[in-house]
Structure formats: C-alpha cells, structure tokens
C-alpha cells in the first residue's frame, strides 16, 4: 500500500486541516497516511486531544512529535507565525528521525505553508514535496506574488493609497492587508516573504478551496501568466475538506435549548479558537444581538482587556455583558463559555446564520452547511476572507469598518444580523439563496468526477500514489 507522510507545524489552526487532509487522503485513496505532529509543547492540552479524536477514528496513523525547545532562537515577543517557523525549522531531527524508524519509508511528504523549511529532508529521502494550504487561493496567490512585491515596491505597502494588483486576481484593498505586510522591517515580514519563496519549489500546492467558489483566481494561477510564472508548480484544489466530528464531549444543554428553536432562526456567535474582543466591543456586540430581535447561540470568550486570570466563566460574562442582559434575553439567546462543538452547531437545524471572524476554517465549516455569515475579522488573512465572501462569492455581508480599528456600534451589529437572517430584504434574501447554492457545489466537488474529487486523483497519479 502507498505511503504519504503529512507534517502538522503546531498550533490548533494548522494541526486540524492537516489531519483532516489525512483522513481524507486515506479514505479517498485508500493508501496510508502518516501525519507527524510537531506541537508547542506548552501546557495547552488542546492539540493533544485534537490528536487524540482525529486518532480514534482510526484512518491514519498520527504521531505527536516531542515538543522542541526554540527559547534562544526566537525573541518572546516575536509573532505566533515567527514562533511556528522557527519550530519547524527546530523540528528538522526529530522530523528526519521519525521517518528513520518507519518500516514502511513514505514516498510522498506534505506539509503546511509554515513548514517549507522541512523540504530538504523529503529531498535527502526522495520523496516527492506538496504543500498543503489550508487557505484559499487569493491569500495564495498573494504569498506566491509576495516576493515579487517585495522587489517592486518601495516603502511600506500600507502608504500605497491604490489597492495592490495581482495579476489575473483581483486586488488587495489597503484594508485587506494582512498585519504581516504592515512593517516591512519585521522579521515576521521576511518569513512571510521566504516562504511565498519556498513554495515554488516543491512539486505541487493543494489548497483548501474549490473550482466553482474561485473561479477567477485559480485559473489566473495556472493559465500562462505572470503569476503562473511565479508559481512554476501545478495547484489541486482539493477542498472543501472541513472538520467532520468534534473534539470535546458534546454539551447537552446546547442541544437542548437548539432543539427547542425553530428553523433557521438562530444566529451562530463564534470568533474562532483565540478571537477575541475589547470590553467597549463585547458590550456593543451584546446590545446589537439584543437590538436584532433575533435569536443567537454566542461562544463568549474573555474580553481582550479585562485581566481577572483567576476569575471564573460567570465573572467573564457579567465583565462583557450590559447589566441585566442575560435576563432580557433568556430564551432568546444562549451565552456559552466554553469550547463549542462548531461543526455540530453549524450542522444544527435551527441555525440561519453565523457571525464569524472568517477563519478559513470557520468559514468551509459554514459553507458547507448553506450557513450565511456576517464577516466580523480580526486578524491574519480574514479581511481578505471578508472580501472574498462579501464580494465575490456573495454569501456574506461585513461590518462598515474593521472591527480592529474601532468599535462597531449596536445599531450596524443589529442590522447586519437582519440582514442575513430569514424575512428581511432582498439583499438578505440572496444572499441565503447563494449560500445554499455554494453549500450544493460544496458536496458536488466530492462526488465521483465532481472538481475536488478529480484534483485530488489527478495529484495522487502525479506523485504515483495510486498503481
Ligand atoms: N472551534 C470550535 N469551537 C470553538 C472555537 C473554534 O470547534 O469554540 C473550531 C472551529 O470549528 C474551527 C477552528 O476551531 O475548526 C478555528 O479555525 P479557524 O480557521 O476558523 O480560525 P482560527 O481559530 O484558526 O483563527
């Protein structure tokens, strides 16, 4: 049986897509997958349990590398991303060690974007090299076009007034811009950079996105250009590929009280695994959803600048919460502190829309359930995300200005969360309507010579996996 070797850079956010890329690699071919873990090694038990669910399962073999120690070579207050890099680089032994001791030696390597500096060891090994990014093809053409900016551009992008070409995709607003590109001087700039470098030089690029939802910016990928230039490797878009069970133990009293709403009427509230907000916005956010009049199910995380660490859960919602809120709005909404089972939720009839920050996981995750999105990002490539669901897809509307920048008031929260919710205007109308067509040419792509389907066979061919 054939053999692919996966390797997951740590963190929640890129250790999931990878093991969910092996479970379907395994089910899909049907050849065996091994996904070497490199974890932080800090106290959060939360990859371990990742691990542990994606494991039981049962269709790819996962192992949880030990944690490497980077404290001399990254400064503490370096980004998340310098600090994932520099891991991988640190990895490479523990890495190479690993596949010495496998019985069976893989012949395919992928891993994810932060990872490209482990490519030499697929070389040493001869194995053939795929990255995987667990992203969508406009943030890859970005980082693909990234290094020739770099040349071109002088001074600092965010002082250019017109938005940033591409070519064949469209262009980057100064809004989009992900906060990597604000200082050029940064370190975190120059991975980021070194990276849109290193990615031509495997043999090929799966990305987590699908035909019919980029239609513009994969074939401006590949069609004879200047950015196909760049690019020099084949892109498989293999997506979606999205969580398919969860991994805490699922909370009843969520599924009670979702059990009793009626359909379609619930607005889901997550900001992803770390997102979260100012006291001043979690205030407005609560008024907003309050002022909508509609139903809400809100994953509250602690408020960027309320510092009780030992506080309990109660003490958080009452910090965030308008005096008296959860009172006015029992039976109307449900407040929730803990980990919440997304895809489960998403999955749950009563759910009709989802304000997210748009990580890209989140958004497959709401995509493929026909979920509507108020796009609220924070971080990272979510305003390019926004965009992407706003203006070229149509599944989403976005709040006026960037919540980063200032405090989005309960008046917009409020009609933002009309909007897409059922029974109000035309605007919200197509935008449902568009969700629900996405949500069918999500599950279309994966049947039999659906685009997805065939990408992925056509990878498999192009690195011999299949005989
Ligand atoms: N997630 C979850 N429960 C939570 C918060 C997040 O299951 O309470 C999951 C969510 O389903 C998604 C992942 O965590 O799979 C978050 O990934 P995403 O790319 O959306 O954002 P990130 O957190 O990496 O910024």
Known sequence: MAHALLVASPGLGHLIPILELGNRLSSVLNIRVTVLAVTTGSSSLTETEAIRAVAARGTCEVTELPPVDTDHSVEPNAT????????MRAAKPVVQDA????????????????????????DDAGMAKYVYVASNSWFLALMMYLPVLDKVVEGEYIDIKEPMKIPGCRSIGPDDLIETMLDRSNRHYRECVRCGEEIPMSDGILVNTWEELEGKTLPALREDGELSRVMK??????GPIVRSNELTKRPNSIFEWLDKQQERSVLYVCLGSGGTLSLKQTTELACGLELSGQSFLWVLRRPTSYLGESSTDDDLVSAGLPEGFLDRTRGMGLVVTEWAPQVEILSHGSIGGFLSHCGWSSVLESLTKGVPIVAWPLYAEQWMNATLLTEEIGVAVRT?????????????VASLVRKIMAGEGEEGRKIRAKAEEVRVSSERVWTQG????????EWAKQCRLLS
């Open 80 to 87: 998340v991303f310098t600090k994932i890099v520099e891991k």
């Open 99 to 122: 596949i010495k001791s496998m019985t069976q030696k893989p012949t395919v390597m992928i891993v994810d974007f932060l990872g490209t500096g482990m490519m030499s060891i697929a």
């Open 233 to 238: 490797v084949p892109v498989y878009a293999i």
């Open 400 to 412: 006026s200005e960037l919540p980063s920048k200032g405090v989005i008031g309960r008046e917009e």
């Open 450 to 457: 659906g685009s997805s389907y065939y990408s992925l066979l």
